[in-house]
């Protein structure tokens, strides 16, 4: 149970540094105007979905892992 939390945590934590990574970038490389702002918002938009699917796809994995480690331990003991 604890190994899932762990896995999750870890990727959650990948995904949203991430995407907070990509948007200081942004903001520290683009000029602060209207044009420079919409594209930034446009651009969040865009990436909100397959940031989704990376988040959702760990927790698959993170479940299976788990699921796997469960079913080891169980036909070991």
């Not at 520290?28 to 420079?36: C, D, H």
């Not at 959702?56 to 699921?67: F, G, K, M, V, Y």
């Given at each position: 149970m604890e190994a899932q939390q762990s896995n999750r945590s870890f990727y959650t934590g990948v995904v949203i540094g991430t995407l907070l990574g990509g948007c200081v970038a942004a903001l520290?490389?683009?000029?602060?105007?209207?044009?420079?702002q919409e594209y930034i918002v446009e651009r969040g938009v865009e990436l909100k979905n397959p940031a989704e699917d990376v988040v959702?796809?760990?927790?698959?994995?993170?479940?299976?892992?788990?699921?796997r480690v469960q079913t080891n331990a169980h036909t070991t003991a």
């Open positions: 520290m490389s683009i000029r602060n105007t209207p044009e420079a959702q796809r760990a927790q698959h994995i993170a479940n299976d892992t788990i699921i």
